[in-house]
């Protein structure tokens, strides 16, 4: 039986042919409305977290090549561990690096800094390459509670 018979189509959820009016006609979906709608339910829930997880994740990916590492080894999981609850509201603010630039990107490496510091740190690690000078900066930074801006290179 195919999808004009009878006006019946398939659901891939329920596993069987329903009338075409538990469809959304125009769309090319093959879920009916009741698991349409819950599809849609479930990707609302956690997006927020999930948007905070992702963007942690993405800026410590692009610090992967800065810093030559190969690969990221801090997990969904590790990465909320780093999180307080009013930092994960406002997870755009902040950035993980690598306490010593020199060491694989882990859990037990990992720091969470605002932003705006961790332009000022990668730009000077990119003129220095030093992990000692690295980390020295870093400790100012987090003595430090205002933050810093990049400054020109040329």
Known sequence: MDREDNNLFYCKRCNEFLPSDK?????QEYLCHKHLKERNRLSKL???RQRALNSLR?????????F????????????MQLLTPEQERSFTYWCIVPKRPDKEMTLD??????SSQ?????????????????????????QAKTPCTTPMVK
């Open 46 to 48: 956690g997006t927020h």
């Open 23 to 27: 469809f959304y006609l125009k769309r």
């Open 118 to 142: 961790r332009r000022y740190l990668i730009t000077q690690w990119k003129l220095t390459r030093d992990p000692d000078e690295y980390e020295r900066i870093l400790n100012t930074l987090m």
């Open 58 to 66: 993405n800026k410590a990916y692009q610090d992967l090549n800065v």
């Open 109 to 114: 490496n990992a720091i969470l800094i605002p």
């Open 68 to 79: 030559g590492f190969k690969e990221n080894h801090i997990h969904y999981k590790e990465i």
